[in-house]
């Protein structure tokens, strides 16, 4: 099980748009679309924001979307505000009951 | 909301087992909604996903890790455990755990460091 490539860090201006992308392979990404983000603030436990490549959880903002061409996911934050400043990392399903995460992307607001 | 507390030793020798257990709060953990997870984090790398197990019994690990997890379910305290036999420095992580729903971990905890070090 090899992880899911993330860019190590993105930023962006208040109000900006960012986007983060997870690459994997056709056993994972490629293969399903169970894609699903998580925002993880320091010492707070992480957050589901995305699942099944582009549907939010109750209580996620618009703001928050996802997609996926082939063997690659991407997580758009528009509107960027300071409170979205965290890390957020990418998970796929993998096939034999298995999960891959990505190696997480810090977002910057500047 | 589920709501989940990681507890155990902070501080575990080389060649020893690492001992982890997950309570959950705000709910049952026979509720049947999740596959009750554990994931780790080193320091400086990503998410790693370890295993699952159900309130039957049953279980999936990590095929990276199989040869030296356990995991099991207590409901009579609405905790479940993690068990990793023979670890080392490579071992030395955040250990979170996460109710695991369909395809996606639905709720998790704040996380537990252990260190392996002598």
């Known amino acids: 099980q090899s992880a899911l490539t993330q860019p190590r860090s993105v930023s962006g201006s208040p109000g900006q748009s960012v986007t983060i992308s997870c690459t994997g392979t056709s056993t994972d990404v490629g293969g399903y679309n169970f894609v699903s983000w998580y925002q993880h603030h320091p010492g707070k436990a992480p957050k589901l924001i995305i699942y099944d490549v582009n549907k939010r959880p109750s209580g996620v903002p618009t703001r928050f979307s996802g997609s996926k061409s082939g063997n690659t996911a991407s997580l758009t934050i528009s509107g960027l505000q300071a409170g979205d400043e965290a890390v957020y990392h990418c998970s796929s399903y993998a096939g034999s009951y298995s999960l891959v995460f990505g190696g997480g992307t810090k977002v910057t607001v500047l | 909301q589920v709501q989940l507390q990681e507890s155990g030793p902070g501080l575990v020798k080389p060649s020893q087992t690492l001992s982890l257990t997950c309570t959950v709060s705000g709910g049952s953990i026979n509720t049947g909604d999740y596959f009750w997870s554990w994931i780790r984090q080193p320091a400086g790398k990503g998410l790693e996903w370890i295993g699952r197990?159900?309130?039957?019994?049953?279980?999936n690990y990590n095929p990276f890790l199989r040869s030296r997890v356990t995991m099991s379910v207590d409901t009579s305290k609405n905790q479940f455990s993690l068990k990793l036999t023979s670890v080392t420095a490579a071992d030395t992580a955040v250990y979170y755990c996460?109710?695991?729903?369909?395809?996606?971990?639905?709720?998790w905890g704040k996380g537990t460091t252990v260190t392996v070090s002598s």
């Open positions: 197990v159900y309130t039957a019994g049953s279980t």
């Open positions: 996460a109710g695991w729903s369909y395809y996606y971990m639905d709720v």
